[in-house]
C-alpha cells in the first residue's frame, strides 16, 4: 500500500511534467490513418454478415415452405384415418377385396388388369386427399367416386377371376377329350 501511494504522490507531483510533452505530427497523422481504416472494416463486416444472415433467412424460409406441405398432408392423413366414415367404407370394401383375392388362386393373368388395379389404387388415394382438404357440400360426391372406385377394383377382380374359371374349365373339357 504504502508504494502506491508514494507513486500517487509521485505522479501527481510531476504531472505538469508529464502533460508537455506531445507527440509529432508524423505520429498523429499514422494515428487518423489507423482511424479512417476501422470504420471502414467494421462496415464491411457489418455490410457482409447482413447479407450471410439474410441468405440463411431465405434459406430458412425455403426449406420451410418445403416441408410445411408435407407435414400439413400427413396431418390430414391421420385425420382422415381416423374417420369412422371412410374406415367403415374402407373396412367393408377391403374384406370384399380379400375375399376376390382368395378366388384368384393364380394371380393375374393380364398386365393391363394388374396396371388398371393399381391405377384405381392410386386414384382412390388422390380421392381421399381431396376429402380432406374439399368443403362440406363437396364430400358426398367425393365418397361416392371412392366407393365407385372400390367396385371398379372388385369388378375388376371379378373379371379376372372369371377368365381364370373360363380357362380352367376349357382346360378340363379338352383334358376330357382326350
Not at 365407385?148 to 373379371?159: Q, V
Request: charged letters at 30%; glycine letters at 2%.
Amino acid at each position: 500500500m504504502m508504494e502506491r501511494d508514494d507513486l500517487e504522490r509521485f505522479i501527481n507531483e510531476q504531472r505538469d511534467a508529464f502533460d508537455t510533452d506531445r507527440p509529432s505530427l508524423k505520429v498523429w497523422a499514422q494515428i487518423e490513418k489507423s482511424l479512417d481504416r476501422t470504420p471502414r472494416k467494421r462496415f464491411r463486416s457489418i455490410w457482409i454478415r447482413s447479407v450471410a444472415a439474410a441468405i440463411l433467412v431465405l434459406v430458412g424460409v425455403s426449406i420451410g415452405m418445403m416441408v410445411y406441405p408435407s407435414i400439413q398432408e400427413y396431418r390430414h392423413l391421420q385425420v382422415l384415418n381416423n374417420s369412422e366414415e371412410i374406415n367403415g367404407l374402407e373396412t367393408y370394401f377391403q374384406q370384399e377385396l380379400d375375399a376376390r383375392f382368395v378366388e384368384l388362386s393364380d394371380g393375374w393373368q393380364s398386365a393391363d388388369q394388374q396396371e388398371e388395379y393399381h391405377t384405381l389404387e392410386q386414384n382412390i388415394m388422390e380421392l381421399k386427399k381431396e376429402l380432406i382438404k374439399a368443403p362440406k357440400h363437396s364430400r358426398e360426391m367425393i365418397m361416392q367416386a371412392i366407393i365407385a372406385s372400390y367396385e371398379a377394383k372388385i369388378a375388376l377382380l371379378e373379371k379376372a377371376i372369371e377368365g381364370e374359371n373360363a380357362d380352367k374349365t376349357n382346360f378340363y373339357e379338352r383334358q376330357a377329350d382326350i
